[in-house]
């Protein structure tokens, strides 16, 4: 315990080690030193936000969800490809101010082709040369108060090459497992799952809006506050087992197993603006039902455009051929969790 006397003794000794310090400058260090009055103080702001570069590799051994029975991810690994570290991500941070023009999506391909180092004869480019175009600067507007975390790569190579940006970031998923577990047992709805593919920009954003409030087209009522995520990603070559599962409520297998998977968007009416990767977006709140009145946590605006390809499908032990998905996209979907 220190005892009070102590303290200011301590804290005078340190006053006037500083005050001697300070006399003891030459006047020329001295004359560096200016006060700043109210208005001067008014001009200092950070703006530059901060930047991490990261490098990880995560494993988990079981993911489990309780209720009367268990549902579990067992043997869950997300890293680089074949097993490396999962690297070369880098990610910036920053609150925006008012109508502040921040990194967001493909901003750096436009700002790339605004310099000359990208042809705009690819549609793609000159997409995102207009889209993220704004008044001079590249990226999106926000407003104060918006807390706006983008996703890219540390080093995307050299600056004229799309693939080079498009392949910065590579990622490998892999899943030993996806099972439920009861009093009667237990079934396998996955196993072995391995995805091998690209991530592209990935943005969050957590919109300073918590006054206001909006109905959707069902009624429901969300909070302005809101999590928005848009991501692009493309999976080059996947492989798993089907063993007893939905897809999004619209297909039932069972015994399948399914090799060489690829999930893109690069054929259809639908590639504009996505240089070939799939993506996604969705934006979360706090919301109320408009059908029961009940609180929950609103997912909506949630929109997936892809490609996917299966070109070995197996049902047992033999192929029964190929299978393929052209412009799949999920759209105009809004769900509402909250607890029973």
Not at 56 to 64: A, G, M
Not at 109 to 127: C, K, Q
Not at 280 to 288: E, L
Request: net charge negative.
């Amino acid at each position: 315990m220190i005892h009070p006397h102590t303290c200011r003794r301590t804290t005078r000794s340190t006053a006037l080690s500083f005050w001697v310090l300070a006399l003891s400058l030459p006047s020329s260090a001295m004359a560096e030193f200016q006060p700043l009055d109210d208005s001067s103080l008014s001009g200092v702001s950070g703006q530059a936000g901060i930047t991490i570069e990261l490098e990880t590799k995560i494993n988990i051994d079981r993911l489990s969800w309780t209720d009367e029975g268990t549902l579990s991810v067992n043997n869950m690994r997300l890293s680089g490809h074949n097993d490396t570290t999962l690297d070369n991500l880098k990610l910036t941070v920053d609150i925006a101010g008012t109508g502040e023009v921040l990194e967001h999506g493909f901003s750096e391909i436009a700002r790339r082709a605004n310099a000359g180092l990208l042809s705009t004869s690819d549609p793609d480019v000159a997409d995102a040369l207009a889209k993220y175009s704004v008044n001079g600067e590249f990226g999106k507007q926000f407003n104060s108060g918006d807390l706006v975390i983008h996703l890219g790569a540390t080093n995307y190579g050299a600056e004229t090459s799309l693939t080079d940006y498009l392949q910065a970031i590579d990622f490998e998923l892999a899943v030993g497992s996806l099972t439920t577990t009861g009093t009667e047992g237990s079934a396998t709805l996955f196993s072995d799952v391995l995805l091998q593919g690209y991530v592209g920009p990935t943005d969050l954003v957590i919109r300073n809006d918590s006054a206001t409030t909006r109905t959707l087209a069902n009624g429901n009522q969300v909070s302005g506050a809101e999590l928005q995520l848009d991501t692009h990603f493309k999976v080059t070559n996947g492989s798993l087992n089907w063993e007893a599962a939905d897809l999004i409520f619209l297909f039932n297998f069972a015994a399948v197993r399914i090799e060489g998977l690829q999930i893109h968007n690069r054929r259809g009416n639908d590639t504009l603006g996505h240089f070939g990767m799939a993506s996604a977006t969705a934006k979360i709140s706090r919301g109320t039902s408009a059908a029961t009145g009940k609180d929950g946590l609103s997912i909506h605006d949630v929109e997936f455009r892809a490609d996917i390809d299966m070109p070995i499908f197996k049902v047992g032990q033999a192929s029964i051929g190929s299978v393929s998905f052209t412009d799949f996209a999920i759209t105009d979907t809004t769900m509402m969790v909250y607890g029973h």
